[in-house]
């Protein structure tokens, strides 16, 4: 990407006034579309191993997530929709123990969230009702 430029959102080959199409490859692989991300993205730990894989539609993040802590253990898992969080949402330690887990929607917190120690035991529960990600009751 060192020979792309970001203007407003859409990316250039520098010196260009048209927005770039193609592919990109080195610590993040991925497509452009009109200048824009587009499909399947994949980047990468310094170590070769994948950092994370993420979905465009139209320069927006639109579907699955998955990234990884740079051993290869899962970091995070869930879903986007319109560039924003939403669904079900799990974090996970470096040993690829659960962290944490709950539900997102428009990029906030909704509903009940759990958090967790190391050796699997509950250290907090977010059990609360939640709306545009602040809790509104018990």
């Given amino acids: 990407m060192d020979n792309l430029v970001e203007r407003h959102g859409v990316y250039y ?3 260009s006034k048209i927005p770039f ?3 990109i490859w080195g610590e993040t692989n991925g497509t452009f579309k009109n200048g824009k991300p587009e499909g399947l993205w ?3 730990w310094r170590n070769g191993r994948t950092r994370a894989e993420v979905k465009y539609q139209n320069g927006r993040l639109e579907g699955a997530w998955v990234g990884y802590h740079e051993n290869g253990q899962l970091e995070s898992e869930g879903n986007y929709k319109d560039d924003k969080r939403q669904g079900i949402w799990a974090f996970y330690y470096d040993t690829g123990q659960l962290l944490a887990k709950g539900d997102s ?3 906030k917190f909704e509903g009940s969230w759990v958090g967790y120690r190391k050796d699997g035991t509950v ?3 977010w059990t609360g ?3 545009n990600g602040q809790k509104v009751d018990n």
Avoid: C, P, R
Wanted: charged share 35%; hydrophobic share 15%.
């Fill in 13 to 15: 080959k520098k010196l």
């Fill in 21 to 23: 199409s193609g592919q």
């Fill in 42 to 44: 994949t980047s990468f």
């Fill in 105 to 107: 929607k428009h990029g």
């Fill in 123 to 125: 250290w907090e529960k």
């Fill in 129 to 131: 009702t939640y709306k």
